[in-house]
Each structure stands twice: as C-alpha cells, then as structure tokens.
C-alpha cells in the first residue's frame, strides 16, 4: 500500500495497492475507503488504473490528522493509514460553490465569477498542440475549460484522438470527409471495442491535464457523454454506462477544480432518455462526495434546470437573434445562476453557431452580466491547419478576448454579491448589486447601451444621492469620467455602440 | 355648381356649390353626390370647406361619360352634370391595393413595393421645411410616408404647428421644455376649441400635401388619430369624433395616393377603446367608397390584425432585440402584407426606439425582406436646430437611405410575385417567389447572412439544376458574379457581417 503522510488541504490524497491483473480487473474486482478525521468521514469508491495497481483518492476539507482505511474484493482485511493534511497551497481555494444564489464563490470564500470557454477535446490533440492551449489559457482571462472524456467525431474533427477511453480497434477513420460525414445513429462497422475494459492511459491523461488546470486557477467543465460519436460510446447499454460512470467519478471526483457537465447537447443523443440523464445525476450525487457543480447542456431543447441536482444552468441559446437578452427571464424561471455555455462564437464558419463578430459576442456577453447572469467565450475561425480553438485548443485569434477580460475587470470591481438585472430605471438594461430586491436608489449601477447609441442620458434617481459616473466604451476598453451627478443626471455620451456607464454612489 | 368637363383616370373630379356660411355649417348643413357610369355607381358624402363653399369629391376608375347628381339640405332640387374621364396620366397607377395575400400592387397592375418613411408632422412646420422635405422625398427612395392630420405634442415636439385643424385657441407652449412635458390625460387649461368648427385651411393644406406626393409617385400614409397631444384632440367624445372622421373621409377619400392609418400607438390613447376602433373602422368601410387601404398602429399591444377591415399589418415592433425576425410569424398569424412601420430609426436620440445605427436598421430591413415582409425607415439624428427627420422632415442625413434603395432595387429585379420565407435550406434566412408553397427546387432563392459572417456555404438543392450565384454585399451594395453552380455548391464568401446570395436558375 502507498501513500503520502501528508497532503494540503483541497488537494488529492492517494492510496494505492497491488491486486489482480488477469480477467477482467474493471468488472471482477472492486476496491473503496474509508477516510475520516474529527471534521469528515467520507466513503469513496476506488478504480483499477492498469499494471495490476488499484487507488483510492480523497480529497480532504479540513487540516489536521486523518485516518483511513481500505478493503477490496482482493484483500483479506482491510488497510488502515493515516496522514496529516496541511493549509492549503494559497492558490487552490478549495471547489467552486454556488453562492449568493445566483453567482459563485470558492469554498475558501474567495469570488469566482465565470469565465468559461470550450475546447471540446483539446487533450486529445497532439503533444506540441495541447501545450500551445495550456499556454494560450495561461494567459487568458479564462477560468473554467468544457471538454470531453470520449473523442469527438464531427465536422472539423474526423481524425482520430491521441488515445482511446476504450481497450480495442476504432473504425477506419481515413476515408471520412465532410462530404460523407455522418451522423451515426448505429455502431458504424468496423469498430472492435470491449466496453468493460478501460485503457487507463486515456484517463490519467486527462487527470494530469486537470491538475495542470488547476495550478492555473481553472476549473474543469467535464463533458461526461456526448453525440458526435463514430466509435458507439455514446450507444452503450445501461451496464456499461453505469461501469463508466463509476469509473470516471472515482478518477476524478477528488479534483477540487473538476465540475460535471451530464452531456453536451443531450437531446441529441438518440440512444438517451430523460430517464437516462436522472440515472446518471443520481449516480453522481451519491459517489461524487464532494458534490461538485453539476449541469448538462442542450441543444435544442432546454433540461428542467429547476431539477434539484443542477447546481447552475448551463445553456446553449436556442434563438439566433434573442440570446443573452434571456437571462433575466432564466434566472426567474430557474433560480440558479445562469451560464450561456454556448451563445455562438467568435468565428467565420459556415454554421451560424459559429460565425458572429467578436464584437456581436462582447455584446451578448454585456447583455447577459447586466441581467446578472454569465456568458462563456469559443472561437471557431477557419485556418489552414484545420485547428479550430473551439475543438482543439491552439492559439487564440479572436478580438473577444481581451474585450472580456475587460468585462471581467469591470465584474470583479463591482458588488462582491454579484450583479441582478435593476428595472428602477425606465427601459433601460441595468444591474445591481444582487441583494435579492431591487432598491430605489443603488449604491451601483452597472447600465448597458448595446447596439444603441444615444448621445445622451437623463436620469433621475434621487435628489440626495450623489454618484459618480463613469462612461465605460465596452470595445475600446476604456473607462472615462463622467463627473460627478446629484439629482436630474445629464450624461452626454459619444453618440456610439457597445457604450456603458457605472454609477457609483459616493461615499461621504 | 362649378366643375371640369373631363377629368382623368384616378384623379379628383370636385363639385363646388356655393350656400349658407351662417350658422355652424359644419353641423346644420349636408351635401352629397351621386357619380356614375356605364361601369361604377358610388354615392358620396361632401363637405363644407369655408367661406360659403361646400364640396363633393369624386375618383373615377373607368373612362369614358360620366353623370352626377349632388343634394344638399340648403338645395331645393338635385343638381345634375356630366363629364368625362380620360385615360389616366401615366404617372398614376390608382390606388394601392393588396395583390397575391402578402404583397401589393397599384391598381393597374403595377408592382408596388412598400418603402415608405415616417415624418409625422412634416407638413405642418415652416414652408421651407416643408419643401426641404418634399425635396429629400424626390430624392429618396421611399414610395410612401406616414404623417399625421392632428399636430403632435412629444418630446422634439414642443413647438406650435402652422396650423390648427379647429377653429378657436390653443394653450400657450411658450414654456413647455422637456423638463416639465407632461403626457397629458386631460385637457390642459389654456385651450378654447370648437370641435364641431374645423379649420379649412389645415385640411386645404394637407390636401395640396397628398397631391404633391401623389406626383412623386409617393403614398400619404395618413394617422387620422394619435396619443401625443395637448390639445384635446385625442380626447374628443364620439360625436365630435364621428363629424372629425366623416369631415376626413369626405376630404381626403378621393385621392388615389391616401392610406388610412386609424392610429398611431393606439393604445396609448387613454381615452379610447375597442369599441371607437372598431366604430371607426366601420365608419371607414362604409364612407371611403375607394376601400383605400386600412390599417393601425400598435405601441406595446398588437392590434389583432386578423380584423377583416384590416387590409396589411402596420407593426411597431414590441421588443428591442428580436424584431424584424418574427416577420415570417406575423405571415402566419395575419395572412396580410406584414409593413414594420416601426422597427426602431436610425439616430442617436436618447431612446431605444430611435438609436440604432444605419448597420442595425438596414440588417433588419434584410431580415424582413427574406422573410417575405417589408420594414420601413425613421431617422432621428440630434441637431441643433431641433430638426429630426422622424418627425419634421428637412433633410435626410443617416446611412440607410442608399442601402434601402439598394435592397429596393434587389426585390424590383426578384420575382414578380414578392417574396416568401424559403425553409429548404436548413437553418438559413432565405426567401424565393410566393407562390404560396415551398418548391424543392426553386427558381430564385434570396439568403442572408446577417450578423453572421460564414467564410463559405455549401448547398445542395438538387443534382440537374444550373444556377447562377450572385454574391451582395448589402452594406457595400455591391453584386459579385460567383459563378454558375449545379448539384452541390460551394460557395466561397468574404467572411464579413451583412452578406447575401442569390441564386437563379439558369435558363436553358
């Protein structure tokens, strides 16, 4: 039995032992612990991870000394150990909560507002190309990365991944182009698959993929299932899920920086039913311990988000046109907070889900923060090496980057409680610190123009109050002065789009 | 009795016949006309104009010999008279008239394709304003114009108008400033008016408005009733409503260029109902012999447009973001010609409504054109001189005008029929020939883009059909040959917002 005598708090405690290697480990075998201390006790299941070794991680919340103990199918009597768990590295804040209802915050209390973008299978990409996204992320304002488990077969991604979730032979990939691309709805033939045995290789990768997320202050958004298969991992029967499910939670549960996504666009998947997804969302509350953020995103039709499993709304638009605008009305509805996971990208594509202006996403993203709410980044531009961010990871070619580490800044200077949508003024799209009622006169308003370009404003909020206002040009990324305001506001403004202001009360 | 011997088609043949001025004429006295011909027979109300004259307006539909008879209560005896009709000058098409469910046409069969523009007061500001606008008009590309017969209270509109449509006093306006407006629900003090004693002048003027636009080829779109008012005339009880609407129709019927709009944001007339709408309305079925076209003008809540009075919806958009886009809807629910009389303006006045830009409001123009309707045009541009386009007239200064006279010219050179919303292409806004029903392989197909901005697109309609693609660059307003395209089509574009195609199939 191995493990370490000491670990920090929020990080990954390891045991592992030597077992059986013959049959089938993944299905004959089974190991789980037990770990406790005065603050937790917490029972986990482990994984065989290949060679003949099997492991249990924990993940522990508190300081101090902690004892454990292990039994397995293989072991005559259980183990027993103990370790001491250290404060946390001050840049893990354990893992990110809902806070406040509508927004999040690590479980140390520091704020996390999302800041999310995609690369579905990035970690399935060349060596030399994973790093490039590792590099791109480092200096992003990004804070969360969706991306898949199982490889992705679809337009832009018809090669095959680095690695295989699966022990076996995947079909034939070379002849597939755009112009014979399907969308299996069968097993194609030629693949040769066995379902219950796991290729360990595929998933410590992505465990090493999500600890270097981690150093870097980024969560990751696990997409567990999907439909852009050609290999039938997205038809397997309920045995073999249900032994996926297991597997992939106990890999990665004790991540603090992991979040669940059930799927990607689950109604797309045939072979799935509502009653599937329940399954799966029953499956992780019970063996996730430590009940990270759960969602599952749509394509065409919208999960009940009201269903008490969700943590937060991840939402893919459903309208071209009315996107962002929704977010107030989807905060009501389901009372979590609302992240536009998919709200179109960045990009030059011939899809309409991924060709709209940088400066069309900075606006939905604008409009979704001032209705309280989350917009997440992809970008999709054609290139010659057919690497496309949004799939792939790579480089970052877009405008919408910097424009929303702006936004981001403009975020985190604001209200620590986040912002909710402030209808005290007439027409206008407006928010305020989220108390939880809307006040008559804000101690901050963040006020968002779009696409309309008044040449100025007239408010009138109080006649005491006095606010500073700050004209805020979203694309340029400036922030002027507007003086300071008492009663009738005359705030002349250039006339422009993509404008903003922020009032500020001022404190006397 | 005075009137001409010959009158041309579509043009306004007048009795006049001198009687009592004494009195209040406009309520002691009648007069009526009976016309007639080998093909048409329509008897029709006059009206006193002042100064002892009382007149009867008639517009022929046919050619040839012509008899009247005209009583009133101040004659003894009918009055009879003959006259012919000669062919219509060729610059007259007749009336407007709604032509295959979804579109228009004049009544001799020309096309008529709505592009008309609002300056809801222009005619009653200074005289070289006027002809400042009928100037830009000239110029413009627009075959229509909403404008009002009552003059307007609002902001930007503070001002007296040149004349009154009653005879008597209005309250001072010296200082009324946007400080104090008040939208007013009640009769401010300070006003002496006679609603039973019109002002001939007003109406004399507004006249020789109607017959200037009807030369330019330009329809007078008229609101006989509107909300912004301080004077008292959107409040006047149903007898003084009734004798103002006969008094209208009496007037203005005979002129082939007129359209009714019975409101302007109907609903926001406090102090009228469904019921008056509907008692207009069926003043206007009966009385305007010429079945000119109907419609009204919502402000938050539609009018129901199914109305068999109505003839074309006239719609203000209800939500800022999503606007033009539901044309194909408003197809479907109303089965009439869907006119976006209001669909926001392009300026930069402090209001939602009249702050889009040239970009914004001609990518709406496209939505609505491929979707089979037809959006119309605003402007509200600050100036110093307190001249806005959207409600004075004067000149033109905005960016759409040239880019809607370009979409104009596109629809002249499309098919015939107009336009209907095409869904076999998947997820794209495309239009082809209203037929009334979708062809697997049209003869025209209109796509556009919009915001997006896809680097290619792919199409396959079918594998024997030749078609011509011409690549519009809406904004730019240019037409790029892209070449003859059969089975399937990959179809190269510029990667920018604002793109359209147009297929045609070649002719063998």
Redesign the interface.
Known sequence: MEFADSVRKWDVLEVSLKGPSDGNPFTDEWIRGKFWSDNETKEIEGFYDGNGIYRVRFMPSFEGGYHFSVSASFLDAERQGAFSVLGNDPSNHGIVRVFNKFHMAYEDGTRYIPSGTTCYVWEMQSRALQEETLNSLEESPFNKIRFCIFPKHYVYNFHDPVSFPYVGKPVDSSAIT??NFTEYKGLPEGNEWDYKRFNPEHFQHIERCIERLGRMGIEADLIVMHPYDRWGFSMMDREEDDLYWHYVIARFAAYHNVWWSLANEYDFMPAKGLGDWEHYASLLCSLDKYQHLRSIHNGRHFYDYRRPWITHCSIQKT????TA?NTDLWREMYQKPVILDEIAYE??????WG???AK?LVRRYWEAACRGGYAQHGETY?SDDGILWWAHGGKLKGESVERIRFLYRILAEGPEKGLMPYDGIH?EVAAVEDTGSSPKVPSYCLIY?G????????YHLDDETDYQVDIIDTWEMTVTDGGIHRG?MHIVLP?K?YMALRLTRVQL
Chains 1, 2 share one sequence.
């Open positions: 755009v112009d309208d071209h046109y009315r605008e990009g030059n594509i011939q899809h309409k060709s709209i202006s069309e054609l027409d123009f696409f309309f370009r008044p040449a100025f404003k007239d009738r006339g789009e």
